[in-house]
C-alpha cells in the first residue's frame, strides 16, 4: 500500500515537473505548429486590435472591398498589417487573395501580372502600386513549371495556389503572418505571430535552415526586421545564419541590388553594418570591402564605412536625398586604392592611370554579387577622378572644380576620407573646406597661401593639355574592358 501511494506521488512530481518543463519551452518557442506540422491560428475580432481603416490606404481598401464583392476572400496581409499593429506607418499595402491571377487581372483593368519566381498582379493607381498575390499552397507535385527548386534547395519558381492556412505556412516570420480580413475587420494571427510581435521576438516560420535554404534572401530580412522593428532574433531563426550565409552568393545580382538598398537606405545602415557582419552576411553582398575590413579592422576602411553609413542615416533622418552613386563610390574607395596599387605594380602605369584602370575592374568585381545600374556606376566613377583633382587643383583650377556637376558629392566624399585617415587627407580636406566656406578675398588669400596664382595656372593647364593624350588612351583600354 505504502508503495503504491509513493509510486502515485513520485509520478504526480514527475507530471508536475514535466508540465512546468512544457509550459517554459512554450513561452519560449511559442511558435504553435499542430501535430500534423500546420500552424497554430488565433482569429482576433474587430473589438480585439486597434487597427482602423482609417489607417488603410484607400487604393487598398477599394482593392480588398472590390474582391470581396466579387466573392473573393480578400486580406491585407504582411508588413502593412505588422506595422499598423506596432503604430509605424506601413511602406506598402500587400493584399493576398483567393482569386487567381487571371481573375485578379480580369477585376482590375488597372492591373498588370508581374513576376516568374512568384507571379502576382500590380494594381496602379497612379504613382501608388498595390500588390495582389494568391495564396500560396504547399508543393506536392513535381511539375517544374509551377514550382521548382536548385540542388541547394533554393525555391526558383513557387506558383502553387493554396488556401490562407497554407498560405500563412510560405510567409517567412511570424510578425510577417498577420492577415486583416475585410470581411469582418478581424485578424489571423499564424503562429503565435500576435505574441511574437508584442514580445519584439522575430521567428522564422518552420525549420529555419530548409527556410534558408529555400530562399537566403530571408537571412537578410531578418536583420532588415530585427533593426527595423527593434526585435530580437528568435535563437532557432538566428542560430544557422552564420553557416548559411554564403549561400547568398547563388542569388541574382538584380534581386540583391533592391535588397541593399533596402538595408542601407531606410534609415538604419549603422545597425544592419553591424549586424550583418556579426552574421557573416556582409562578406557574400561587398566581398572586395570585407577582405579589406579583414586586413585592417580598425583601419581606414572600416572608418570611413562607419561614417558613409552614419552619414547615410543622418540625411535620411534629416529628409535629405541619398543617392547608390554616392554611397557605392564611398565604400568602393579604399578597394579601388588597393586594385590601383596592384596595378601600378604589375604594369608600371602611373598612380593615375592605374587607378583609372582599376575603377573598371573594381566594379565589374562588385557587380557580380550587385549589380548596380550603369546610371549610378558612371557618376561614381567621376567622384573617384574629382578625388584626385583636390589636390592637384588648390590653385586657379579650384574655381573651375566647383562648377564640376558632382563637386559636391566628390567633396563629402574627401571630407569623410579626412574623418577617416586623417594627415594629409585632413589638411587637404580643410583647404578645401575654407575654400568653399569663404568669400572672394578669403579664396584668394587660399590660393596664395598655396603658392599659386592664376598666371601660374595658365603655364599648368598648357603642360596639362600636353600631356593629355596617354590618358585618353587609358581611358578608351579601360571602357573597352568594362
Ligand atoms: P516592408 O514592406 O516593410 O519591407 P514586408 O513584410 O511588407 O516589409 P515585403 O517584402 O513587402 O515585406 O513582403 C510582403 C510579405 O510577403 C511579407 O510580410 C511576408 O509575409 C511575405 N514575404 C516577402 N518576402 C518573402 C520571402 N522571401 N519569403 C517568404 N515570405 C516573404
Ligand atoms: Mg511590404
Known amino acids: 500500500m505504502l508503495i503504491i501511494q509513493r509510486c502515485t506521488i513520485f509520478r504526480r512530481i514527475t507530471q508536475f515537473c514535466k508540465q512546468l518543463f512544457d509550459d517554459a519551452q ?44 466579387a466573392g473573393y476572400q480578400a486580406y491585407l496581409v504582411g508588413g502593412g498589417v505588422r506595422d499598423l499593429l506596432l503604430g509605424h506607418q506601413p511602406k506598402d499595402f500587400d493584399v493576398v487573395t483567393d482569386a487567381k491571377p487571371e481573375d485578379i487581372k480580369k477585376l482590375f483593368r488597372n492591373s498588370r501580372l508581374v513576376g ?51 498560405d500563412a505556412e510560405r510567409r517567412d516570420f511570424t510578425v510577417n503572418a498577420l492577415y486583416y480580413n475585410i470581411g469582418d475587420y478581424s485578424i489571423r494571427s499564424y503562429g503565435g505571430g500576435i505574441q511574437d510581435l508584442n514580445a519584439r521576438t522575430l521567428r522564422l516560420i518552420g525549420d ?4 534558408y535554404r529555400e530562399d537566403p534572401v530571408r537571412m537578410l530580412r531578418a536583420v532588415r526586421f530585427a533593426t527595423k522593428l527593434g526585435m530580437q532574433l528568435d535563437e532557432h531563426t538566428g542560430a544557422p545564419i552564420k553557416q548559411l550565409a554564403p549561400l547568398l552568393k547563388d542569388i541574382p545580382a538584380a534581386r540583391m541590388y533592391e535588397e541593399v538598398l533596402k538595408l542601407f537606405f ?18 557574400p553582398l561587398f566581398p572586395i570591402v570585407e577582405a579589406q575590413l579583414k586586413d585592417e579592422p580598425k583601419g581606414p576602411a572600416m572608418r570611413l564605412l562607419a561614417e558613409v553609413m ?54 565589374e568585381q562588385q557587380c557580380q554579387t550587385i549589380s548596380i545600374p550603369r546610371r549610378f556606376s558612371v557618376p561614381a566613377r567621376d567622384i573617384w577622378q574629382l578625388q584626385q583633382r583636390f589636390e592637384r587643383s588648390k590653385n586657379g583650377r579650384a574655381f573651375k572644380l566647383l562648377e564640376h556637376p558632382k563637386f559636391r558629392a566628390a567633396y563629402d566624399l574627401l571630407l569623410l576620407r579626412a574623418a577617416a585617415e586623417g594627415g594629409n587627407t585632413a589638411k587637404l580636406a580643410e583647404w578645401w573646406q575654407q575654400f568653399v566656406d569663404g568669400d572672394d578675398d578669403q579664396r584668394q588669400q587660399l590660393l596664395k597661401g598655396s ?32
Request: aromatic content about 8%; glycine content about 6%.
Open 26 to 69: 512554450t513561452a519560449k518557442n511559442p511558435q504553435s505548429t499542430h501535430e500534423d506540422g500546420s500552424l497554430s491560428l488565433e482569429i482576433i475580432p474587430r473589438d480585439g486590435h486597434n487597427i482602423s481603416r482609417r489607417q488603410i490606404s484607400e487604393n487598398a481598401l477599394k482593392v480588398l472591398y472590390r474582391l470581396h464583392k
Open 116 to 166: 516568374r519566381r512568384f507571379r502576382l498582379a500590380h494594381i496602379m493607381f497612379g504613382r501608388e502600386i498595390i500588390e495582389v498575390a494568391t495564396f500560396r499552397g504547399h508543393h506536392t507535385e513535381s511539375n517544374e513549371k509551377i514550382s521548382k527548386t536548385n540542388a541547394s534547395g533554393r525555391l526558383l519558381r513557387d506558383n502553387v495556389y493554396g488556401s490562407i492556412d497554407e
Open 208 to 211: 529555419p535552415e530548409t527556410r
Open 266 to 283: 531606410a534609415g538604419k545602415a549603422v545597425q544592419n553594418l553591424r549586424m550583418l557582419r556579426e552574421y557573416h552576411l556582409f562578406a
Open 310 to 363: 552614419q552619414n547615410t542615416d543622418a540625411r535620411i533622418a534629416e529628409d535629405k536625398p541619398v543617392t547608390p552613386t554616392f554611397f557605392y563610390a564611398a565604400i568602393l574607395w579604399y578597394p579601388l586604392q588597393a586594385r590601383a596599387q596592384d596595378i601600378a605594380m604589375e604594369s608600371g602605369l602611373s598612380p593615375y592611370d592605374a587607378m583609372f584602370a582599376a575603377m573598371g575592374d573594381v566594379f
Open 451 to 482: 603658392g599659386s596664382s592664376r598666371s601660374g595656372q595658365r603655364n599648368r593647364n598648357a603642360q596639362q593639355r600636353r600631356r593629355r593624350p596617354p590618358r585618353r588612351n587609358s581611358n578608351k583600354a579601360n571602357g573597352a574592358a568594362e
